[in-house]
């Protein structure tokens, strides 16, 4: 009788410990090394490009580390183009394979995308014996493991996040556009179709490439400047061909320039270089006798002639297409500090975004004109950006200041009220008259 209670209070016992150890579910009998479970988290609703309310919350368990098993998760998006963000757990690996630890358990944050009202998402388990930095091989294999997580989403009021998209270089981010399309410009290429609400990479860059600038030709040809492997172009986005011959450091470009009939290009420590073949061979400038490293802000005024800006904000120009070049005696006050940006208008003024927050608008033919500025002392760089022509009015970006945001001269060069309550990095104003602006890693659409 008295083994018989033992044998019973056993069974009872070790019964309670294994139930308690996983999910209702005999697992370890049908092969797998791992499974998840689904703790809370699933069928909320939220807002497009933010996070839901709660986190997503689940749990991983497995045979333990004999033999050196990794458990790894990835997030697969089902339905919708939302992001993933896991929290204090791993964060230097990106939510595409990330290693997990057993028996803890594991937030998520979801930002929902914007380009469905029902969204759903996968969380697969893949248990392996090591780390495979390759998603790849990943894709090529079946998950050991995986649960669905939905969720449904309501466009937000007002100013709301651009989904398929986070800035990786927000401060030189910069948009572009070719027949109604929107190309952002981030280390990469990302495409819009539907005024900048969603955003899609272009899948077929050269790999390892990080893009700092690009523009089209007339004929709707991209041409690109990289950090590292100079420039590339496409005729049709799919095909990439590198046109370097002539190019003698192409690290860090400083300047790029696409003309039907002339490419410009100049680098940290090598240039200006300028190719009238489309690239097939670049013909190095000599600027000031080649006193300056770096050179920027290339524009062609309507009469032919070129300007351009060096590092020590000294303007020079050309009359016969940058074979020689003159330096330009501009008074301080229309360059105050330094020159941050620099346009041509389309009444052929000279437009110099500097320093001190000013705009300056001069002659090509006295070099003298007007210094618009609004500093006001708060220990930070003020200075002028973005400066664009729309109809007969010129809008620029005032960065730094206490009243940080976009200027306009037809408002008596004041501040525009765009009802958008966060610093200003960058914008891009659509023909329809509406913005996307760029403030921290984010751009911004107004629904």
Same mark, same amino acid.
């Given at each position: 009788?008295?083994?018989?209670?033992?044998?019973?209070?056993g069974?009872?016992?070790?019964?309670?410990?294994?139930?308690?150890?996983?999910?209702?579910?005999?697992?370890?009998?049908?092969g797998?090394?791992?499974?998840?479970?689904?703790?809370?988290?699933?069928n909320?609703?939220?807002?497009?490009?933010?996070?839901?309310?709660?986190?997503?919350?689940?749990?991983?368990?497995?045979?333990?580390?004999?033999?050196?098993?990794?458990?790894?998760?990835?997030?697969?998006k089902?339905?919708?183009n939302?992001?993933?963000?896991?929290?204090?757990?791993?964060?230097?690996?990106?939510?595409?394979?990330?290693p997990?630890?057993?028996?803890s358990?594991?937030r998520?944050?979801?930002?929902?995308?914007?380009d469905?009202?029902?969204? #759903?998402?996968d969380?697969?388990? $893949? =248990? %392996?014996?090591? +780390? !495979?930095?390759?998603?790849?091989?990943?894709?090529? /294999?079946?998950?050991?493991?995986?649960?669905?997580?939905?969720?449904?989403?309501?466009k937000?009021?007002?100013?709301?996040?651009?989904?398929?998209?986070?800035l990786?270089?927000?401060?030189?981010?910069?948009?572009?556009?070719?027949?109604?399309?929107?190309?952002?410009?981030?280390?990469?290429?990302?495409?819009?179709?539907?005024?900048?609400?969603?955003?899609?990479?272009l899948?077929?860059?050269?790999?390892?490439?990080?893009?700092?600038?690009?523009?089209?030709?007339?004929?709707?040809?991209?041409?690109?400047?990289?950090?590292?492997?100079?420039?590339?172009?496409?005729?049709?986005?799919?095909?990439?061909?590198?046109?370097?011959?002539?190019?003698?450091d192409?690290?860090?470009?400083?300047?790029?320039?696409?003309?039907?009939? #002339?490419?410009?290009?100049?680098? $940290? =420590? %090598?240039?200006? +270089? !300028?190719?009238?073949?489309?690239?097939?061979?670049? /013909?190095?400038?000599?600027?000031?006798?080649?006193?300056?490293?770096?050179?920027?802000?290339?524009?062609?005024?309507?009469?032919?002639?070129?300007?351009?800006?060096?590092?020590?904000?000294?303007?020079?120009?050309s009359?016969?297409?940058g074979d020689?070049?003159?330096?330009?005696?501009?008074?301080?006050?229309?360059?105050?500090?330094?020159?941050?940006?620099?346009k041509?208008?389309?009444?052929?003024m000279?437009?110099?975004?500097?320093?001190?927050?000013?705009?300056?608008?001069?002659?090509?033919e006295?070099?003298?004109g007007?210094?618009?500025?609004?500093?006001k002392w708060?220990?930070?760089?003020q200075?002028?950006?973005?400066?664009?022509?729309?109809?007969?009015d010129?809008?620029?970006?005032?960065?730094?200041?206490?009243?940080h945001?976009i200027?306009?001269?037809?408002?008596?060069?004041?501040?525009?009220?765009?009802?958008?309550?966060?610093?200003?990095?960058?914008?891009?104003?659509?023909?329809?008259?509406?913005?996307i602006?760029?403030?921290?890693?984010?751009?911004?659409?107004?629904?």
């Open positions: 009788m008295h083994w018989l209670c033992l044998a019973a209070f069974a009872l016992f070790f019964g309670c410990k294994k139930e308690s150890a996983g999910p209702p579910l005999d697992w370890n009998q049908d797998r090394a791992g499974v998840i479970e689904l703790i809370s988290g699933n909320q609703s939220g807002v497009f490009g933010e996070y839901l309310k709660d986190s997503i919350v689940f749990k991983i368990y497995g045979k333990g580390n004999a033999p050196h098993y990794q458990y790894l998760v990835r997030f697969r089902r339905q919708g939302g992001a993933t963000n896991l929290i204090d757990q791993h964060y230097y690996y990106t939510d595409d394979l990330v997990v630890d057993l028996d358990y594991i998520v944050q979801w930002e929902l995308g914007c469905n009202a029902v969204q #759903e998402m969380i697969l388990l $893949y =248990v %392996d014996s090591m +780390y !495979r930095a390759d998603p790849a091989y990943y894709d090529q /294999r079946p998950a050991d493991d995986s649960v669905t997580v939905s969720a449904s989403g309501v937000p009021q007002g100013w709301g996040h651009a989904c398929g998209c986070q990786n270089d927000y401060l030189n981010a910069h948009i572009i556009s070719r027949d109604g399309v929107l190309y952002l410009i981030d280390q990469t290429i990302s495409r819009s179709v539907d005024g900048g609400i969603n955003w899609q990479p899948s077929n860059l050269p790999v390892g490439v990080d893009v700092r600038a690009a523009q089209f030709n007339s004929k709707g040809w991209l041409y690109m400047v990289t950090r590292e492997h100079g420039v590339y172009y496409s005729e049709d986005l799919v095909t990439w061909v590198p046109i370097n011959d002539g190019l003698l192409h690290r860090d470009p400083t300047m790029f320039n696409v003309f039907d009939d #002339e490419l410009f290009v100049s680098f $940290y =420590v %090598d240039g200006p +270089y !300028r190719s009238t073949d489309n690239g097939k061979f670049w /013909r190095k400038l000599v600027v000031n006798n080649g006193r300056s490293q770096r050179y920027r802000l290339l524009n062609r005024h309507p009469n032919g002639k070129l300007y351009l800006f060096d590092d020590w904000s000294d303007l020079y120009v009359g016969d297409q020689t070049w003159q330096l330009v005696p501009i008074d301080y006050k229309y360059k105050q500090y330094q020159v941050e940006d620099f041509i208008g389309p009444d052929g000279l437009y110099i975004g500097a320093g001190d927050a000013t705009i300056s608008v001069i002659s090509p006295t070099y003298e007007m210094a618009h500025s609004i500093y708060n220990a930070s760089h200075y002028v950006k973005g400066i664009q022509f729309v109809g007969n010129v809008l620029y970006l005032v960065m730094w200041h206490d009243e945001g200027y306009s001269k037809n408002a008596n060069w004041g501040m525009l009220d765009l009802g958008f309550d966060k610093p200003i990095e960058g914008y891009y104003r659509k023909p329809d008259g509406s913005f602006l760029q403030s921290a890693n984010r751009l911004y659409v107004k629904y």
